[in-house]
Nanobody
Framework: QVQLVESGGGLVQAGGSLRLSCAAS????????MGWFRQVPGKEREFVATIRSSGGSTNYADSLKGRFTISRDNAKNTVYLQMNSLKPEDTAVYYC?????????????????????WGQGTQVTVSS
């Protein structure tokens, strides 16, 4: 199995930046596509970004394009989410997830069904 641990969340002022990290266990990290999702209490978990196992292909939620950037360092078994120009509406618990490239591709990058493993989440709070 794959264990995912998010970190880097916290409190930031609107307009600020934050970089989230997701560390994965195991030696198969490079075989997985990785995704970021976020969830506000009482609402559905929503798609943020996905990066393929090779790191060569990325997808973002339309509303986040230009502000968020997903990247990965397979040598460190880590995926990142750089968040810039943060807004109060970005406040949420952010989760990373892992899935096979083929499954993520089959279900579409933003579909949770394409991901098998999930982290515990890290809180991001953006103050106005």
């Amino acid at each position: 199995q794959v264990q995912l641990v998010e970190s880097g969340g916290g409190l930031v002022q609107a307009g600020g930046s934050l970089r989230l990290s997701c560390a994965a266990s195991g030696r198969t990290f490079s075989s997985y596509a990785m995704g970021w999702f976020r969830q506000v209490p009482g609402k559905e978990r929503e798609f943020v970004a996905t990066i393929r196992s090779s790191g060569g292909s990325t997808n973002y939620a339309d509303s986040l394009k230009g502000r968020f950037t997903i990247s990965r360092d397979n040598a460190k078994n880590t995926v990142y989410l750089q968040m810039n120009s943060l807004k109060p509406e970005d406040t949420a618990v952010y989760y990373c997830a892992a899935g096979w490239d083929s499954s993520v591709r089959y279900y579409a990058s933003g579909d949770r069904r394409g991901y098998v493993y999930w982290g515990q989440g890290t809180q991001v709070t953006v103050s106005s």
